[in-house]
């Protein structure tokens, strides 16, 4: 891994940490914050360069987006 692909593989780890959706780990919080910044730049050496993920990875489905607000509206009429 260069030094660019480093760098940028350390700031989407930022990012997601700094973020507190939880991210961090599935990039290597865990490593980094246990073992440091070495163990954690090696581990990603012994990885795959990352696929590109598009913005819909975290979205829900339509349909399930579409009942989650019905289930939603329909609690807050509940009398």
Known sequence: MDAEAATA?????RTAAAS??????????GVL???GMA??????RSLPEPRARSGHDKQAPPALARDG??????????G
Do not use: F, I, M
Not at 9 to 13: C, Q, S, T, V
Not at 69 to 78: I, M, N, P, Q, S
């Open 20 to 29: 507190g959706t939880g991210d961090g780990w599935r990039l290597g919080w």
């Open 33 to 35: 914050a246990a073992k």
């Open 39 to 44: 163990a954690w730049a090696a581990a990603w």
């Open 9 to 13: 593989r350390y700031e989407e780890l």
């Open 69 to 78: 607000d019905e289930l939603v509206r329909g609690r807050c009429h509940v």
